[in-house]
Structures are given as structure tokens and as C-alpha cells.
């Protein structure tokens, strides 16, 4: 199908009012199917001051604060507004991003209209109630994630092991790979800097363990920081580097030795120039559908320590570019950092590995699969 023929409404509770790892890759995603012709309008919350320039033309969706994460908000529906523009807009494909009231409504008004239905599954969201102490209310949350998803034509999911959580849980029997990509003049070896180490009090000769992301408990920050006490309760020499901030940011600082060292949010040369002068990756979350941040890191040449779930497990190849512990086993994963310590071989070994994988991605090649998948979708309708 010819792409100038494709008018895609894209749907998502955050598209840059908050930078991360899935904002981003829409964004990149939108410059993507701009640049080929597409026609595409995105609806979700606009805000006075948004994390940085959008790609696209975006419509306002209106939206609610979410209570104790204040700086997220959840789109609450489709006003008239929104429809009219919508009927105007004449798309030929509705894909939604975060699985909120208003994408269950822009599904509804699809399907009513026979439209293409495509969802991008971009966090495991209903994993995230654990970490607020409200795992009985897991599994409310993913029949209402199967009640949106079933009703889409095709979903989209960066990993394979996603995919394969996705078929279990029964989301959907049509499910494709939309892997993601990496900034390699950005994010590379070459970016380290030992002069800015020394600036932060960081010794040459210290292995700095570092986490990247915002800082939120969803994250694995109670993990994080019973590893780095096991490394210190054996003596294992370490620092550790936090690049990110968030409203958990006051937790981890008390949570973690006073030598750790935190340089907040940090974007582009800057974030590059710190992931490249940390020497082990380690990032314990098990919310994340493929992990970026795991990626750019490998793009650095950084072994990785993560947990073997969604995601990283993609990533991750056990004892190649670097090791993989059982969610919650705060034993094995500090034995894996400490091995690092012991050998700064391994270390490089791992690095490279992982540097190799790394090089492959491209983001055009990449984004090219949801082309293909709304063409698939878009003539099923037309059949």
C-alpha cells in the first residue's frame, strides 16, 4: 500500500509532556511515517510546557492528574471536540498507545466506523500494582488490558518475550515485533569520559555500577538498592552512578550508601557522556516491554545486569553480553556485579558483545514493521 494513502490517528496518554523511553520512540516513530507521507494527527494531553518539541500536529485530549505520580496524566475520554476533529481528520487507521479511557473510546468509535485498530503495548502495566503494595488488583488490570486489546485488528510489541506474555495472557492472536533502534552517533564508546569521573570524585581505578530512567519504584529501585547493599556488606569495591530523576528520587538517595553519586536528569551528549563512563549497567525493572535504556547501554559497550523478564531477556544474552538473574534474587545479581569487579576481562568481554547487538539496530528498518502492519490492517477492512 502506498503510504501517502495511510491517515493515521495516534493515541497515547503522554506524547512529550514527560520525556521517556516510550514517548520517544513515537515520536520517532511519527518522524518516520512523516517523512514517507503518511498523514498522521495525534491526540493526547498538551501541556504549557512539554518535555521537549513534538513531531506531528497534536490535538488535546483533556486528562486528569494522577494521584502521587502528578506529573503523569490519564486521558479521560473522547469530548465532541475531539470527535468532530476526528471525523474531519478521516483516519483509515486509529492506533492507540496506552491502554487509558480514551483509547478504549477512540477503539469504540473505529470500530463503529470499520477502522483499522492497531495498539503499540510499550510498558506492562499491569505489573506496575506490585510495587504500590496492590498486587490483587493484577489481575482486574490485565482483563481490562485483554477487553481493549482483543478489540484491536493487530498489536505491536518491542520484544519477542513480550509477545509471548501478550499470546499467553490471550491479548490477542494477531501480534507483531516492533523492536526499537539506537542513536549510534549518540549513544557509543567514544563518549566516555574520564576527566568527568574524576570531576564527580570517581576514582580511574573504581567500577561504577549505573541505573538510568526516571526514578520511580516501577523501576526496580527496592531491588537496586538491597543488590548494592549485598555488594557492600561482602566489601566489593564499587561507586555507583544515578543518571535520572523522579519523584522517588529522596527514597533512593536514603535508600543507597552516601557515596553514590546523582547527577539528575541528564539528555543527548550529556546522557551519552555519563551511560559511557559507567563500567557495568545494571537495571533490576521487570515493567519494561523491551528496555532502551538496556540497549543504549550495550551501544556503549557497557556490560548489562538485569532481571530475566520482558524485555531485557531480548537484550540479555546470559553470559555473552552479560548476565541474567530470577526477579527478586538479590544474591545472584550482586554475584554477577562482583564478577565484573573481579574481572575487568570479563567486563570488556561482555561490553564488546553487547556492542556488536547494538550496531544492528536501525530505526528505520525498525518503524517500517508498523508500516506493514497498518497496510495489513488497513486491507482487512477494505476485503
Not at 512529550?16 to 518516520?32: C, F, I, K, P, S
Not at 488490570?141 to 506474555?165: E, F, I, K, W
Not at 525493572?285 to 530475566?308: D, H, Q, R
Not at 540479555?316 to 565484573?340: C, E, F, S
Request: charge should be neutral; charged fraction near 25%.
Amino acid at each position: 500500500m502506498d503510504p501517502t494513502a495511510m491517515r493515521v490517528a495516534l493515541f497515547a496518554g503522554n506524547y512529550n509532556y514527560v520525556r521517556d523511553g516510550a514517548t520517544q520512540t513515537l515520536n520517532r516513530l511519527v518522524e518516520y511515517l512523516l517523512r514517507k507521507g503518511v498523514a498522521v494527527r495525534i491526540y493526547s494531553p498538551v501541556v504549557k510546557a512539554p518535555a521537549f518539541e513534538p513531531q506531528g500536529e497534536m490535538v488535546h485530549v483533556p486528562a486528569l492528574r494522577i494521584p502521587g505520580r502528578w506529573e503523569y496524566r490519564y486521558p479521560m475520554g473522547l469530548p465532541r471536540r475531539v470527535r468532530k476533529d476526528l471525523e474531519k481528520f478521516d483516519p483509515n487507521v486509529v492506533h492507540i498507545a496506552s491502554p487509558d479511557i480514551t483509547a478504549h473510546r477512540a477503539v469504540t468509535w473505529a470500530r463503529k466506523r470499520d477502522i483499522a485498530r492497531v495498539a503499540s503495548v510499550h510498558t506492562r502495566f499491569e505489573t506496575y500494582f506490585q510495587y504500590y503494595h496492590l498486587g490483587w488488583a493484577e489481575p482486574w488490570a490485565r482483563a481490562g488490558l485483554r477487553r481493549l486489546y482483543q478489540r484491536c485488528d493487530a498489536l505491536v510489541a518491542p520484544a519477542q518475550s513480550t509477545v509471548d506474555v501478550l499470546y499467553a495472557q490471550r491479548m490477542n492472536d494477531d501480534i507483531s515485533i516492533w523492536s526499537r533502534g539506537i542513536d549510534r552517533e549518540q549513544f557509543n564508546p567514544e563518549r566516555r569520559d574520564m576527566g568527568w569521573r574524576r570531576d564527580l570524585g570517581i576514582g580511574d581505578d573504581e567500577m561504577v555500577i549505573s541505573f538510568l530512567g526516571r526514578i520511580v519504584m516501577e523501576k526496580g529501585l527496592d531491588v537496586f538498592a538491597d543488590t548494592i547493599r549485598a555488594l557492600k556488606d561482602r566489601d566489593v569495591p564499587h561507586r555507583v552512578l544515578v543518571i535520572g530523576d523522579g519523584p522517588h528520587r529522596d527514597w533512593f538517595e536514603d535508600a543507597l550508601p552516601d557515596s553514590a553519586v546523582f547527577v539528575g536528569h541528564q539528555e543527548g551528549p550529556d546522557l551519552a557522556r555519563a551511560l559511557a563512563s559507567s563500567d557495568v549497567f545494571f537495571n533490576p525493572s521487570i515493567t519494561e516491554t523491551f528496555g532502551n535504556v538496556t540497549l543504549e547501554a550495550m551501544a556503549c559497550a557497557l556490560p548489562v545486569v538485569a532481571i530475566s523478564a520482558t524485555g531485557s531477556s531480548s537484550l540479555v544474552q546470559d553470559g555473552v553480553n552479560g548476565q541474567l538473574a530470577r526477579p527478586g534474587n538479590v544474591d545472584t545479581m550482586a554475584d554477577a556485579i562482583a564478577a565484573y569487579q573481579e574481572s575487568p576481562e570479563l567486563r570488556q568481554r561482555h561490553g564488546r558483545k553487547g556492542l556488536e547487538m547494538a550496531r544492528d539496530r536501525d530505526w528505520d528498518t525498525i518503524n517500517n514493521a508498523v508500516l506493514d502492519v497498518y497496510a495489513r490492517c488497513i486491507a482487512k477492512h477494505r476485503d
